[in-house]
């Protein structure tokens, strides 16, 4: 059973910059691709970014390009979500996803593409 553990959220400052992890365990890291998503109060859940099971090709939302940078550790069954230049607009619970696509170099920016979740990490930007 594949568990994902997301950490590193908090409250930042307006122009601050946070790293989110997301853990993978109950599976083989390398077969998986992982996405990143965050969910707004009262909003539809948005993509923000994501990487190949081999690391080698990633995918951004446009809200987040240019600011964020998503990479994965493949020793340390880990993802990570490098966030700077921070804006209230960034606020809202982060989720990290995985699927199974071994044999393939794809990113996958759809929430429905994932069967597996984390619970999600609260981030706040404030002015």
């Known amino acids: 059973q594949v568990q994902l553990e997301e950490s590193g959220g908090g409250l930042v400052q307006t122009g601050g910059s946070l790293s989110l992890s997301c853990a993978f365990s109950g599976g083989d890291f390398e077969k998986h691709a992982v996405g990143w998503f965050r969910q707004a109060p009262g909003k539809e859940r948005e993509f923000v970014a994501a990487i190949s099971w081999s690391g080698t090709a990633t995918s951004y939302g446009d809200s987040v390009k240019g600011r964020f940078t998503i990479s994965r550790d493949n020793a340390k069954n880990t993802v990570y979500l490098q966030m700077n230049s921070l804006e209230p607009e960034d606020t809202a619970v982060y989720y990290c996803?995985?699927?199974?696509?071994?044999?393939?170099?794809?990113?996958?920016?759809?929430?429905?593409?994932?069967?597996?979740w984390g619970q999600g990490t609260q981030v706040t930007a404030s002015s």
């Open positions: 996803a995985a699927r199974f696509t071994y044999g393939t170099y794809n990113t996958y920016d759809k929430a429905y593409e994932y069967p597996y």
